[in-house]
């Protein structure tokens, strides 16, 4: 309805009819999306096996290739990657991993063998749980310090199957990306 004609309505009139205005056009939004989503399944159903062999093969050929080099190792010393074909391959050193079995007495060597490095590598912290906080009556909260804020009344609007915007904003994010239109 055009508001114009929204104008001349009582208030509460007003919101009904802009609910209904709104609710059409969540149907059609709904309904194109289901459109939408019918089609990609029938693209998705057609090309799932084609893709699906491709991917197998990929693969195959890729356990091969990392066999063949864990099998030629000598061949990495120097340089230890090579492209060939636009893909990079080779040897990589790992970072090793560090393991521990009790952190107490850890810390005690650290500061047993090397205290200077106790900052470093001993951190202690306290932080506030808000959690326990949101369990506190107003009036302790009061004392403490905290206040609460935002503790009013907010505007509803929602369609009561679902969360069509959720739906549209992922299928318009997934056609951005599909048709290269993503900033950033």
Request: glycine share 6%.
């Amino acid at each position: 309805m055009t508001e114009e004609k929204l104008k001349g309505l009582p208030p509460m009139e007003r919101i009904e009819t802009m609910a209904e205005d709104l609710h059409m056009v969540q149907d059609n939004l709904k309904n194109r999306l289901a459109e939408a989503e019918a089609m990609m399944d029938e693209i998705r159903e057609e090309f799932a096996p084609h893709i699906r062999k491709i991917a197998n093969a990929e693969s195959d050929l890729r356990e091969k290739l990392e066999r063949e080099i864990a099998a030629n190792k000598d061949l990495f010393a120097k340089p230890k990657t090579r492209v060939f074909h636009n893909i990079k391959l080779g040897l990589r050193r790992l970072k090793g991993s560090l393991k521990w079995t009790d952190s107490t007495e850890l810390m005690k060597r650290v500061r047993q063998v090397c205290p200077e490095h106790e900052g470093a590598i001993i951190e202690v912290s306290y932080t506030i749980k808000k959690a326990g906080l949101e369990k506190l009556d107003a009036g302790k909260l009061k004392k403490l310090g905290v206040t609460i804020e935002a503790d009013t009344d907010a505007v509803v609007l929602k369609p009561v199957e679902g969360d069509l915007s959720k739906m549209a904003d992922a299928f318009l994010a997934a056609h951005a990306v599909r048709s290269g239109e993503v900033n950033g």
